[in-house]
């Protein structure tokens, strides 16, 4: 311990002190928590038992001696509920400070100059490590959450075509059903644009016309007429068999 604790013995530390204060950090100190330095009060007056202030590599320990130095009591702060810190140079000596998250501000005055800017640099690592640290937690929470937020595939040139080209023929607006549907195998027939005069007529009255005085192509395109009524539902299958009958006879 006693190597150990010269590391810290380079900024005008109180020997004493510091070797009183990691006696006692002994029992405190956490699972690979490691000390990274020691800053003592260095007041101006006679100072028996100054306050100190240890940081380690996981917290801030505010160390303040109390019944004529026998007792001492230890307040810490993780460096992951610290928001910021601070340090002002004053004509005796320095304060260095640090606010938490819960909006507590917590100093400590007469500080050696030297060792509140070494306080200050270990602070402002310590902080920058944590942030990363809390940022890379974060980044993997919401990744085992919504893994597609940062999983999601990025489509292909050809893939976004044939989105695009999906999303045009859904779009697409059919203004006229004539246009879709061929005439001669639906049945339908648009009267204005398609009309057909021999359907009509047989329509009327099949029967009107006397077949015996047709031709064969006459009787040949009478049949034809027939076919197309009976594919348009207007007749049925057996009124079309019998007029193919009495045509077949007469070709």
């Not at 070797?19 to 007056?45: F, H, R």
């Not at 100072?47 to 240890?54: E, H, K, Q, R």
């Not at 109390?66 to 992951?80: C, H, I, P, Q």
Request: glycine share 4%; net charge negative; hydrophobic share 35%.
């Amino acid at each position: 311990m006693k190597e150990h604790l010269k590391s810290f013995l380079n900024e005008d530390q109180d020997p004493k002190a510091v070797e009183k204060i990691t006696s006692k950090l002994n029992d405190l100190l956490m699972k690979n928590e490691v000390v990274g330095y020691i800053g003592v009060q260095k007041k101006p007056a006679i100072n028996v038992f100054p306050d100190s202030i240890v940081l380690t590599n996981k917290r801030i320990i505010i160390c303040k001696p109390k019944n004529l130095g026998l007792s001492m009591d230890f307040t810490d702060y993780g460096w992951d509920d610290i928001a910021a810190s601070f340090v002002k140079e004053n004509i005796l000596g320095s304060e260095f400070s640090f606010s938490t998250k819960s909006d507590l501000t917590i100093s400590m005055d007469y500080l050696p100059k030297s060792q509140a800017r070494k306080i200050f640099t270990f602070a402002k690592e310590q902080l920058e490590s944590a942030k990363i640290v809390s940022g890379f937690q974060s980044a993997q929470v919401m990744h085992e959450t919504e893994p597609g937020i940062f999983a999601e595939k990025p489509q292909t040139d050809d893939e976004l075509t044939d989105n695009n080209q999906i999303e045009e023929v859904e779009t697409e607006e059919v203004t006229n059903l004539a246009e879709i549907i061929p005439i001669e195998f639906s049945g339908y027939r648009d009267e204005k644009q398609h009309p057909d005069p021999d359907i009509d007529s047989e329509l009327e009255n099949p029967a009107a016309t006397s077949l015996a005085t047709l031709s064969s192509e006459e009787l040949f395109e009478k049949l034809q007429n027939y076919k197309k009524l009976l594919d348009s539902g207007l007749i049925t299958q057996n009124e079309y068999d019998a007029f193919k009958k009495e045509i077949l006879a007469l070709m």
